[in-house]
């Protein structure tokens, strides 16, 4: 069990261009979401996806889109990357059923993304 | 929208003393999730709460859901320096979101 999967770690955009974030999840969640944090922040809900096919916008969705075509994969792509978009970004999945495990939220390790 | 506040926002302590952050919501919540963020890392699960006033706890570790469901604490008796990080509550409301508290980061001093 791999867990959450993110990819890449690591990536500086220059302003107005785009890129995926990629996020896979081996556990079989129907949940999945995407976070940022900024430094020394909390984390913000970017979109959310209740299971393939369903996405839906959190707090802070401008700037982003995502996909849910497969229960494993849930991409975010940032069009016409800003400075704004500097950040943390973390995905993350859920279980909905329940039980003691039921709704915990297991995170990637996180992407830092730095727009110049 | 739903906010979740959580205060102090950081705290210092020595070595050995307690700790405690709390989580306030605007709404009341159908549960409450802890998690802990190690520097440089991802947040990492604690405990989840779903009872009006339950009580857990993990070694010096003890959890708290308030009455009225809108509140929780989380206290740290006798820090060490493996305590070191931010701890985050999230609140889950009847969508199934969950939202996260602004976070309080501790440090400890040895």
């Known amino acids: 069990n791999a867990g959450v999967t993110q990819t890449p770690k690591f990536r500086i955009l220059k302003i107005g261009q785009s890129m995926t974030l990629q996020c896979a999840q081996d556990m079989n969640h129907n949940y999945m979401y995407w976070y940022r944090q900024d430094p020394g922040m909390g984390l913000k809900l970017i979109y959310y996806s209740v299971g393939a096919g369903i996405t839906d916008k959190g707090e802070v969705p401008n700037g982003y889109n995502v996909s849910r075509s497969t229960t494993e994969d849930f991409p975010l792509r940032l069009e016409l990357a800003a400075p704004s978009q500097t950040s943390v970004y973390f995905c993350?999945?859920?279980?909905?059923?329940?039980?003691?495990?039921?709704?915990?939220?297991?995170f990637g390790e996180g992407s830092w993304l730095t727009v110049v | 929208g739903q906010q979740v506040m959580q205060i102090p926002q950081y705290q210092h302590v020595q070595e050995g003393e307690d700790f405690t952050t709390y989580c306030n919501s605007s709404t009341t919540l159908s549960n409450i999730q802890w998690y802990k963020q190690r520097p440089g890392g991802h947040p990492v699960f604690l405990i989840q709460?779903?009872?009006?006033?339950e009580v857990k706890k993990q070694k010096r570790l003890t959890f708290q859901f308030g009455e009225a469901k809108k509140n929780s604490s989380l206290h740290i008796t006798a820090t060490q320096t493996t305590d070191v990080g931010t701890y985050f509550c999230?609140?889950?409301?009847?969508?199934?979101?969950?939202?996260f508290g602004t976070g309080t980061s501790l440090t400890v001093i040895p």
């Open positions: 709460l779903v009872k009006s006033g």
């Open positions: 999230a609140g889950r409301n009847t969508g199934n979101q969950f939202y």
């Open positions: 993350a999945s859920s279980y909905s059923g329940q039980g003691p495990s039921g709704n915990t939220i297991y």
